[in-house]
Every structure is written in C-alpha cells, then in structure tokens.
C-alpha cells in the first residue's frame, strides 16, 4: 500500500503544522502582538486535528515565538526571525515523504476525473444536498474573510464518497494530503480569495445535477487545469 493511504504519524503531523505556522508567521511578516487565528480556523487551516494543533502550538510557545494568553487568544512574540528561517525544514514540514505537491495535483485529478462517470451514475440527492450545503458554507465563510480550506477538502471528499466504491473512498487521504502539503509549502494560499474555487464548484455541481458526464468532465479538468492533458 502506498504511504499517501496510510494515516501519517502523529509526530509528522505535528512538525508538519509546527513549521507551517511557523512558516505564515514569517511569510505574513507579523509583528509582536499580533494575534494568531483561533484554534478551530488554524486546525481547519492546517487540515489537522485540535490536539495535533495544540501540540503545535505549544511547541512554538516553547520556542518563544508564539504566546497563548487565557480567555484572549495566540499571539505572535518578539522572537529572532533570521533563527526561525534557519530552523526550517527544507523538505517544507515533511521529511518523509518525497512525492512532490505536482504530483499529489495529478492524482488527485486523475482520480476524481477517472470516477466522474461512476459518481454521475451513482449520486445521490443527498449527495448534491451536502455539495450544494458546502458550497453555502464556502462562500459564507469567504465573505466573512476566514479560511475556506475545510471547505474545499470537504467538496472534495462528498465527490468522492458518491461514487459509491469503497476503494474510491480509500483514496481519500489523497485529497486531504495534498491540502496540507499545498499550505505547508505555500501558507499565504489561505489568504487567497475563494471566489474562483467556488465558482468551479458551482459548475462541477450543476453538470450534477443534469446528470451529464460530459459537462462533469469538462469541470472537472478546468477546475484542474488540465484542458490540454490527457485527463
């Protein structure tokens, strides 16, 4: 079995989000004082657990580059930034793993592309219910200014459960890690404005709902970028 469907270990995790955020800090270029997003919109940011998170983060208190105040929240410390640059990984928070974020992309799209015909055959209206419920949360969320991350994953892997096979839903790991090592290598990216993701989901949504493979496809490799492979 391939390490992507195993369940990353907890320790990979937690170093994986450790310079992750240590990575937004410098990146974001944050002064002292400034304060963290909360622990649920960094876990869902980072696509990792509440505990994963706050092993984390207390690894960066430790660190001196974080400080989590009671009852007001994590906030940014005055620490040395040229040490905490040269603290980082350059494997990008995962040392274990070779396989490049280009190639999570491909996979990804080739698995979701390749099931498009089972999914279009076997969905549900249920299915399109909780797509179109995560759509609304999407844009929700992306109107308020928060990370949209979980949203996208959770599109992402509704797609994949109407399938209805359960090696497909296997393959879900897939998605998630190439979420995570997308923001790991780049945090900025859950800055970016969700408005073009959404938009590409409607479309994938709507071809859905016609029951039109075609259309579905067609969507789908937009989504990807990928009009001119052989997806």
């Known amino acids: 079995m391939s390490s992507l469907l195993r369940p990353v270990s907890r320790d990979t995790l937690t170093n994986q989000a450790t310079e992750t955020i240590k990575r937004f800090i410098l990146e974001e270029n944050m002064e002292p004082g400034t304060k963290l997003p909360s622990e649920r919109e960094l876990s869902e940011m980072l696509a990792v657990s509440r505990n994963i998170l706050r092993e984390a983060l207390s690894a960066l208190s430790a660190e001196g580059i974080i400080a989590k105040q009671v009852g007001r929240g994590t906030f940014v410390e005055e620490f040395d930034k040229e040490v905490a640059l040269a603290s ?70 509704v797609l994949l459960k109407a399938a209805k096979n359960p090696v497909i839903e296997e393959m879900a790991p897939l998605v998630v890690e190439l979420f995570r090592r997308t923001v790991a290598q780049a945090p900025g990216a859950v800055r970016y404005p969700p408005e073009r993701i959404i938009n590409e989901h409607r479309a994938i949504l709507a071809a859905l709902e016609q029951r039109d493979l075609t259309a579905v496809r067609a969507a789908m490799r937009s989504h990807y970028y990928f009009q001119e492979s052989s997806f």
Do not use: P, Y
């Open 88 to 157: 980082l990984s350059n494997n990008v928070g995962d040392t274990t793993n070779v396989v490049t974020v280009e190639a999570l992309k491909e996979a990804r799209a080739a698995l979701e592309i390749g099931a498009a015909g089972l999914i279009v055959e076997r969905i549900t209206s249920e299915d399109i219910a909780a797509l179109q419920e995560i759509i609304d949360r999407h844009e929700a969320k992306g109107r308020e200014g928060k990370s949209t991350i979980k949203e996208d994953i959770d599109f992402h892997l």
